[in-house]
């Protein structure tokens, strides 16, 4: 590529042909656009290299924040999964643990329900011995001679000393 400096620079072989004033007039206006061109050149190649290395800049932070997100994305994953297993561990347990509880309610029922027909149990065969007692008692009352002996005793004995007693 020809610079400025090689179209300043540059010699024409002297003859018959074109005027030299016009020709050196018209390099010199060609050098000149030449010159601004290319330092618009140059100037567009010092911005391309800078925008370049900006722009891997920020692909390299585009790949880290991807890498970044997916490594979010995936411990967000693994945490749900964490809780997810872990919340089905409780239910088990809590499961479990309503059945145990339910079982031993059911057996502490059973347990009741045998206490209960014992204490009933007990408690009609005390009952029919205080009847029976209650029978034998009344029988022993209304038998003649429990009467007798009451008179027996009324008669001459305890009851007299008490009447003796009572007349003093």
Partial sequence: M?????IENKIFKTGIGYDRKDVDAFLIELQESYEKIYKQNLEF???IQKLSIALKNYKTIEKSLQKALVLAQKAAEE???????????IETQAQAKAKDILADAKSD?????????????QYNVYKAQYRQILQTQLELLENDSFE???E??????????EELAEEE
Avoid: C, H, N, W
């Fill in 109 to 121: 029922l059973e347990e009741i329900k045998l206490k209960t027909q014992a204490l009933l149990s």
């Fill in 148 to 150: 007798i002996m009451l």
């Fill in 152 to 161: 027996q005793e009324r008669g001459g004995g305890v009851f007299e000393e």
């Fill in 45 to 47: 190649r010092e911005k």
């Fill in 2 to 6: 020809l610079t400025p400096i090689d």
């Fill in 79 to 89: 945490t749900k999964e964490t809780a997810r297993v872990s919340a089905e561990a």
